[in-house]
């Protein structure tokens, strides 16, 4: 049987990949917690990684993720701020391929936020030295930030656009479009 959590109706489908959002930002059991984040290169290559959300805000449709100022995303976001966000949760069977627009912080209210929180953990992974996609000659994860890793630290702001819904049921398969916007959202059913 289908997960009777799964929204069947048109109107609900953008609540529910809201309410995931949401759920995915503050559990790290949740497959919304972990995404793929898509961009293009200098040379126009499309480029996938994983990252982790840590908040999400209905009511500016924005994502946020933490990264690297020194990491080639930073640099692919900075070119080209189109973006894609992509998740696949396998106990629910639904893919969701997110579309937006990225943007970068490295300073100001919700960077302060943020850094206060990164700060505090593990997540000091964002100013190892030297920085990510150095190349070296053994593995190694490199010399352990400190806090002057305030510098490479940067908060990647990902604008929610569309979502492109799909449930693969085992009764019926389910497919819908959502577009966010300020003033709400709106949906239509497409043939999966
Ligand atoms: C489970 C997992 C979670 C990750 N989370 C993040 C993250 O939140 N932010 C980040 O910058 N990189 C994260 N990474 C590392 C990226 O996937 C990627 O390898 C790294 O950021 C370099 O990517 P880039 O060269 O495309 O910028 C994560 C990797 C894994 C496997």
């Given at each position: 049987m289908d997960d009777p959590s799964l929204p069947t109706d048109l109107n609900d489908i953008a609540p529910w990949i809201e309410r995931s959002l949401a759920r995915g930002a503050s559990d790290?059991?949740?497959?919304?917690?972990w995404l793929t984040l898509t961009s293009v290169d200098g040379t126009g290559r499309p480029q996938a990684r994983t990252v982790v959300l840590r908040e999400f805000c209905s009511s500016t449709n924005e994502l946020v993720i933490f990264t690297d100022r020194r990491s080639t995303k930073v640099a692919d976001v900075e070119r080209e701020p189109r973006t894609g966000l992509h998740v696949y949760d396998a106990r629910k069977r639904v893919q969701l391929r997110l579309e937006g627009s990225s943007q970068l912080e490295t300073c100001g209210e919700r960077w302060e936020r943020a850094w206060a929180r990164a700060k505090q953990?593990?997540?000091?992974?964002?100013?190892?030295?030297?920085?990510?996609?150095t190349p070296i000659d053994t593995p190694t994860s490199g010399e352990m930030a400190t806090i002057d890793s305030v510098d490479t630290f940067t908060v990647l702001i990902f604008t929610l656009q569309k979502a492109d819904y799909l449930h693969l049921g085992r009764e019926q398969h389910r497919r819908a479009q959502v577009n966010f916007t300020l003033e709400g959202s709106s949906a239509t059913w497409l043939v999966p």
């Amino acid at each position: 049987m289908d997960d009777p959590s799964l929204p069947t109706d048109l109107n609900d489908i953008a609540p529910w990949i809201e309410r995931s959002l949401a759920r995915g930002a503050s559990d790290p059991r949740s497959a919304f917690h972990w995404l793929t984040l898509t961009s293009v290169d200098g040379t126009g290559r499309p480029q996938a990684r994983t990252v982790v959300l840590r908040e999400f805000c209905s009511s500016t449709n924005e994502l946020v993720i933490f990264t690297d100022r020194r990491s080639t995303k930073v640099a692919d976001v900075e070119r080209e701020p189109r973006t894609g966000l992509h998740v696949y949760d396998a106990r629910k069977r639904v893919q969701l391929r997110l579309e937006g627009s990225s943007q970068l912080e490295t300073c100001g209210e919700r960077w302060e936020r943020a850094w206060a929180r990164a700060k505090q953990g593990t997540l000091l992974d964002y100013g190892r030295e030297p920085g990510p996609g150095t190349p070296i000659d053994t593995p190694t994860s490199g010399e352990m930030a400190t806090i002057d890793s305030v510098d490479t630290f940067t908060v990647l702001i990902f604008t929610l656009q569309k979502a492109d819904y799909l449930h693969l049921g085992r009764e019926q398969h389910r497919r819908a479009q959502v577009n966010f916007t300020l003033e709400g959202s709106s949906a239509t059913w497409l043939v999966p």
